[in-house]
């Protein structure tokens, strides 16, 4: 017994030494980075982060920033530098963002052997950096503008630094800067030195779209980004019983007038079980569902294809002419003539093409849709779908819906 509480106290003992010296080496961090005349905040919100759109930032879910740095460059320009991560992306560095004078065109320029996942865009340069450009006139410009100063980007030892750096909308940004204070001094003023030369040379000529006011998805500004939010639950129909239910990982959007909620819903439940002598065990499962709910924001009746367990949804199954579509689709509504109506033979054939998806609309305008973990690309392809739909609702069928003018405009070729 007495060995035992020996290496308790051991354990403790060591674990207390090792808290001691990393708050010793965390209050001497915070010291060399104060003595930058920069400012340190702890746990910063990830609404810092609004405005930076463009990969690493508009993709992927589980977004999460840290250990915020405040400061202003050699030169006066302000700066912030942070940890960001998600489930797409990680870095052991930081990520330095300078302000620019206006919005430009999106580019990245980043080592071959270290892309940068997720960027879109031409590629303009192949070496000695690779330079993706939505623009490439743009890009060619950032190009001559970067290339003279890669020779700089050093190190306190001399070592040449990771190069990654790119404009995201308002921002000129760099990646995977090293927390060193003296080595992110340094690239810090190496980034004041490529604002500088980019807003004197003629890039600034450039528009670029302006930023998001939230957090969002790149080439997506109108979807908003929340990294939870548990009152969202309120909105869909979510599994109920058990406890600790949380929102993640949420995108809404107005949709262009077919707005959507998409968020993943977790939860706990527990249960017990009892050994052979008596001794009862609580367990705890934890349990995950994705969500996505469409609404329209216009009058229409409940229809569905093919929905649900049995195929089915809201009334009796409506044959058309076409044994083909009749064959892959089961049209279900309360209203055959409705269903007609909107299944005409333009519709039908949009169907068959693109392979369609199974979806109800309730009266109520909610529309379900199914789905799977509802990434991106998905959201895309459904509300694509789904608007295409509409666009081929024909116009005295929302004249009678009283929804005129059609809010959602006829789709001019009806092969596309």
């Excluded at 006011?213 to 790149?218: A, C, E, G, N, R």
């Excluded at 109108?222 to 909105?235: C, E, I, K, S, T």
């Excluded at 849709?369 to 990434?375: A, C, D, P, R, Y």
Aim: proline share 6%; with cysteine; aromatic share 12%.
């Amino acid at each position: 017994m007495d060995s035992i509480v020996v290496v308790v106290f051991l354990i403790i003992g060591v674990a207390a030494l090792v808290l001691g010296v990393w708050l010793y080496q965390k209050h001497k961090y915070i010291k060399a980075i104060e003595a930058h005349g920069w400012t340190w905040v702890e746990s910063p919100d990830i609404s810092i982060a609004i405005g930076l759109n463009a990969a690493p930032f508009g993709i992927g879910f589980s977004r999460k920033v840290d250990d915020q740095i405040i400061g202003r460059g050699p030169s006066g320009v302000p700066f912030q530098a942070f940890r960001y991560v998600t489930d797409s992306f990680q870095s052991n560095g930081y990520v330095v963002s300078m302000k620019l004078p206006k919005s430009l065109p999106t580019v990245a320029a980043f080592q071959a052997d270290l892309p940068r996942a997720g960027v879109s865009g031409a590629l303009v340069a192949s070496a000695p950096l690779h330079v993706v450009a939505k623009r490439p006139d743009f890009g060619q410009e950032f190009t001559a503008a970067l290339l003279p100063l890669l020779p700089s980007l050093r190190d306190s030892r001399q070592q040449q630094m990771v190069v990654d750096v790119g404009v995201d909308h308002d921002q000129l940004v760099m990646l995977h800067v090293p927390r060193e204070p003296e080595d992110l001094a340094l690239a810090v003023a190496w980034l004041e030195q490529v604002q500088q030369a980019l807003t004197s040379s003629h890039a600034l000529s450039f528009e670029g779209a302006p930023p998001p006011q939230h957090l969002s998805f790149q080439d997506r500004d109108h979807w908003v980004y929340q990294p939870r939010n548990d009152a969202m639950l309120g909105y869909v129909n979510h599994t109920r019983g058990g406890s600790s239910h949380a929102a993640v990982d949420i995108i809404t959007s107005d949709n262009q007038g077919l707005p959507f909620i998409r968020l993943t819903h977790t939860w706990q439940t527990t249960y017990t079980t009892t050994d052979g002598e008596g001794r009862t065990t609580t367990h705890t499962q934890n349990h995950t569902e994705q969500i996505c709910e469409f609404r329209t924001t216009f009058a229409f009746r409940a229809v569905s294809v093919n929905w649900g367990m049995f195929k089915g949804f809201g009334g009796n199954v409506v044959a058309f002419e076409s044994a083909a579509f009749n064959q892959m689709f089961k049209v279900r509504s309360p209203v055959a003539r409705f269903a007609s109506d909107v299944f005409h033979p333009r519709q039908l054939e949009y169907f068959l093409r693109t392979g369609g998806l199974g979806f109800s609309i309730g009266a109520d305008g909610l529309v379900q849709v199914e789905g799977g973990t509802w990434t991106p690309a998905e959201l895309d392809r459904t509300s694509e779908f789904l608007h295409g739909f509409f666009a081929r609702v024909p116009d005295f069928t929302w004249k009678e819906l009283g929804a005129w003018p059609r809010p959602i405009a006829e789709i001019a070729n009806y092969n596309a």
